[in-house]
């Protein structure tokens, strides 16, 4: 077990799910500090990608009915290859076993895994050979309702449910796009052989943002921002490239300002979150890699020990989603975009000489001419063929005048094109953590230390009495309640040496260690400890509150808010 591994399990971080029935892969406990560190992560992703965009959150089943997932292509194509052991039955998911045992990377296709096991002569590792590959869908599949019931599946993406109720949110924002609607909540999908910790589960957490936009204004008004950024590229051909965001646009490497815009935001809110820049880039996906929705697509990828993993993904989905939708649903799922100036246009009517239709089609003639009316297809050999409840009528040209005028058109109905950026939460607080942890040397010791992001530590302030007895447990306590009062994360604790206090709080991250000492009850002042420098400075237990809130939403030296105490 790795150091870092150990430290999360022990200190309270993560889990192995069903630990005490020995366990199952792909599941995973959040511990009360690990789920202190995802909820301040979930909290960041809403400024940047909510309160701080043209958008909003919904909250929408994780069961869904079979028809959602038949129309958004899970059903037929959201398939891994897997392959079997004939002596020992251990199933793997092939291009994974492949890249291991040859280092080479596989398109995933039954023929190709094929070709590829026998050509290199692939062998499992008890020796045995493997049996003809097979797609394995990777959704869990359940029965909604009792009896027979219904087939439904567990959601493999929460992005589905925002399509579904795609009429209602073009509606509460008034048909204006662009807009943008996300969701956080869980994902699952039936990973064939996870073997990666944190990093492959079958139950995950996801934060979505389907960014609608129109088809031909692919831009964000604060693309700005990000035109000089720059992050390492690595483009679909493996080629890397250190430019701005705005050159590989103009360089046609991004496709557009929309993709290049949330690839520069994503880099910040990852910067921000705790992951380190220089262990940070993003690549675009291979044609062959790319998933059945997707026209273009970026991963963020963080190095960790596991090597480069993905842990966003930043698509264009163009109008696959809501143009499926529409056509299973028959629901139209288009939205009408009024022009900023009307546009004339000259358009053909045709007209019905009703004086001759009537005495020719008799009591079909009135729902002829309708017919002729609607008309928009061209003339041919001198008639036109027209349908009325079920039959065919040719109409000579004789029976109907073509008129040409001109009008004027107000808009055009659109299928909206989605961007999407999609964060794998579990992945990205495992690579904070990673990239967070590390030793140094205190007092001649070594400590470990964790060095979170100070708004994203789980717990934020450590109160720690010197002695554990009165008065100084008291007013630990009072000052542990006034700054819970104010929504600081903070915990008392009087256990142990205060060297030893200092380091457990070091290990779990917590930025800032107040000490109640003999001063303290001399000139009410108490002392404030960084975590990273190990400074201390004093300061009036009534500023407290003030200092802390400042120091927790910023990076400023504790230097600048009080005197240094040794
Ligand atoms: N709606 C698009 C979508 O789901 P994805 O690339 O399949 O795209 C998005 O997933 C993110 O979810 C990934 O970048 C990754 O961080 C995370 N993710 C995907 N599968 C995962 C798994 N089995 N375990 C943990 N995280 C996963």
């Not at 992050?231 to 557009?256: F, Q, R, T, W, Y």
């Not at 008639?383 to 000579?396: A, M, S």
């Not at 953590?433 to 100070?454: A, M, P, Y």
């Not at 720690?464 to 006034?482: G, H, N, Q, V, Y």
Request: hydrophobic share 35%.
């Amino acid at each position: 077990m790795t150091d870092i591994t150990e430290m999360l399990i022990r200190r309270g971080y993560l889990w192995q799910s069903f630990e005490i029935y020995g366990g199952m892969a792909g599941f995973v406990d959040y511990g009360p500090l690990g789920n202190g560190l995802r909820r301040n992560l979930e909290k960041l992703w809403r400024e940047y990608f909510v309160i701080n965009e043209r958008a909003v959150e919904i909250d929408t089943p994780t069961v869904g009915i079979e028809e959602v997932f038949v129309a958004s292509g899970h059903v037929s194509s959201f398939t891994d290859v897997a392959i079997e052991c004939e002596k020992c039955g251990k199933i793997y998911r092939a291009d994974h076993y492949i890249k291991e045992k040859l280092g080479i990377e596989t398109e995933e296709t039954i023929d190709f895994i094929s070709e590829v096991l026998s050509a290199y002569d692939v062998r499992c590792e008890c020796g045995g050979r493997f049996k003809e590959p097979e797609n394995f869908n990777l959704m869990f599949s359940t029965r909604i309702g009792p009896g027979r019931g219904k087939n439904g599946y567990l959601r493999p993406e929460t992005a589905q449910g925002i399509f579904i109720d795609f009429k209602r949110l073009a509606d509460y924002f008034r048909d204006k796009l662009p807009f943008g609607v996300c969701q956080i909540g869980r994902a699952y999908r039936n990973e064939i052989s996870p073997r990666q910790g944190v990093i492959r589960l079958r139950e995950f957490n996801q934060a979505e943002l389907e960014y609608f936009v129109h088809p031909r204004d692919k831009k964000h008004p604060g693309f700005e921002r990000y035109r000089d950024f720059q992050i390492p590229l690595v483009d679909k051909m493996d080629e890397e490239h250190n430019i701005s965001l705005g050159k590989a646009v103009e360089k046609g490497i991004i496709a557009h300002e929309l993709l290049a815009y949330f690839i520069g935001r994503t880099a910040e809110f990852l910067i921000d979150a705790g992951l380190k820049r220089e262990k940070l880039r993003f690549r675009q996906h291979r044609d062959d890699e790319r998933a059945h929705y997707a026209v273009d697509c970026w991963d963020a990828e963080a190095h960790t020990s596991y090597g480069w993993i993905e842990v966003v993904g930043i698509a264009d989905r163009g109008d696959y989603d809501l143009t499926r939708h529409t056509e299973y649903s028959r629901e139209d799922l288009s939205i009408f975009v009024p022009y900023e100036e009307p546009v004339k246009v000259k358009v053909r009517r045709f007209s019905p000489k009703m004086g001759l239709i009537g005495p020719k089609f008799k009591e079909k003639s009135k729902a002829i001419a309708k017919a002729v009316e609607e008309y928009n297809g061209k003339i041919s050999d001198g008639k036109i063929i027209v349908r009325v409840d079920g039959e065919e009528y040719e109409i000579e040209n004789s029976l109907f005048e073509v008129v040409e005028e001109e009008e004027f058109v107000y808009g055009e109905r659109v299928v909206p094109h989605v961007i999407e950026p999609s964060f794998g939460l579990d992945r990205i607080t495992y690579a904070i953590l990673e990239h967070s942890f590390d030793t140094d040397v205190v007092d001649g010791e070594e400590r470990r230390v964790l060095r979170l992001k100070r708004w994203m530590a789980p717990v934020q302030v450590a109160v720690l009495p010197l002695l554990s007895r009165e008065p100084f447990t008291s007013k630990a306590d009072e000052i542990t309640l006034k700054l819970k009062r104010v929504g600081i994360f903070t915990e008392k604790d009087d256990s142990g040496s205060i060297g030893r206090r200092y380091r457990r709080y070091d290990e779990i991250g917590t930025p800032f260690c107040i000490t109640v000492d003999h001063q303290t009850f001399e000139d009410s002042t108490v002392t404030i400890r960084d975590r990273d420098t190990t400074r201390q400075i004093r300061v009036k237990e009534g500023d407290l509150e003030n200092v802390l809130k400042e120091l927790l939403n910023s990076e400023r030296d504790i230097f600048e808010f009080g005197m240094p105490f040794k």
